[in-house]
């Protein structure tokens, strides 16, 4: 049974920079699905960032292609999310999911449904 715990969010000016992790326990491997969500109050979770961790394979939301960085370290079965140039609009609960996907599937990284293992969310502020 899988576990995720994300840190790394915090207060930033606009323009700032900051990186989430997403700490994985239990057994990952090659075939996982990982995502990036964020939710602001009154707004539906969208996600953010994905990748396929059996090729690496990325994949991001327009509003955040060319800022944000989605990446893993499987020695420490950890997720990260480099984001710079924040916007105030970015503020946000992050969350980092998961699930088993032995073949990429198309269409899908970034619907909540699609996930069934969730961490309990980081806060980040943009001023």
């Known amino acids: 049974h899988v576990q995720l715990v994300e840190s790394g969010g915090g207060s930033v000016q606009a323009g700032g920079s900051l990186r989430l992790s997403c700490a994985a326990s239990?057994?990952?491997?090659?075939?996982?699905?990982m995502t990036w969500f964020r939710q602001a109050p009154g707004k539906e979770r969208e996600g953010v960032a994905s990748?396929?961790?059996?090729?690496?394979?990325?994949g991001y939301a327009d509003p955040v292609k060319g800022r944000f960085t989605i990446s893993q370290d499987n020695a420490k079965n950890t997720l990260y999310l480099q984001m710079n140039s924040l916007k105030p609009e970015d503020a946000a609960m992050y969350y980092c999911?998961?699930?088993?996907?032995?073949?990429?599937?198309?269409?899908?990284?970034?619907?909540?449904?699609?996930?069934?293992?969730w961490g309990q969310g980081t806060q980040v502020t943009v001023s």
């Open positions: 999911a998961g699930r088993r996907e032995y073949v990429p599937v198309a269409g899908t990284w970034y619907r909540s449904t699609y996930y069934n293992t």
């Open positions: 239990g057994y990952v491997d090659s075939r996982y699905r």
């Open positions: 990748i396929y961790t059996g090729t690496g394979v990325t």
